[in-house]
């Protein structure tokens, strides 16, 4: 498994206050908050072995690039639950 919490809020989003106590480095990424999240994929695609899951968390709004930029990686969309995404390696 791989679970993966990594900045993905674009620079300049508004966020919640109690967001604001974090270090920015740990909430903000470019690429409209993707950067990090993009060079996951490939990296858990090599990683993972036949049925291994990567779980994402990240924006409602992103979800639909995310699924795109893994299952162009080789990872199948399994399931989402709220802010996160779950895909498979088949």
């Known amino acids: 498994y791989i679970?993966?919490?990594?900045?993905?809020?674009?620079l300049g989003y508004s966020v919640?206050?109690?967001?604001?106590?974090e270090p920015e480095?740990?909430?903000?990424?470019?690429?409209?908050?993707?950067?990090?999240v993009t060079k996951l994929?490939?990296?858990?695609?090599?990683?993972?072995?036949?049925?291994?899951?990567?779980?994402?968390?990240s924006l409602p709004e992103q979800q639909?690039?995310?699924t795109e930029i893994y299952t162009k990686a080789g990872l199948r969309f399994d399931k989402k639950a709220g802010l996160v995404l779950v895909f498979v390696k088949h």
Request: proline share 9%; aromatic share 10%.
């Open 3 to 10: 679970f993966a919490n990594l900045p993905y809020v674009p």
């Open 25 to 36: 480095i740990a909430i903000y990424a470019d690429s409209q908050g993707l950067d990090l």
């Open 41 to 57: 994929a490939p990296q858990a695609f090599k990683s993972l072995k036949k049925g291994g899951l990567v779980f994402i968390e």
């Open 64 to 66: 639909d690039d995310i």
């Open 16 to 21: 919640s206050p109690e967001v604001h106590k």
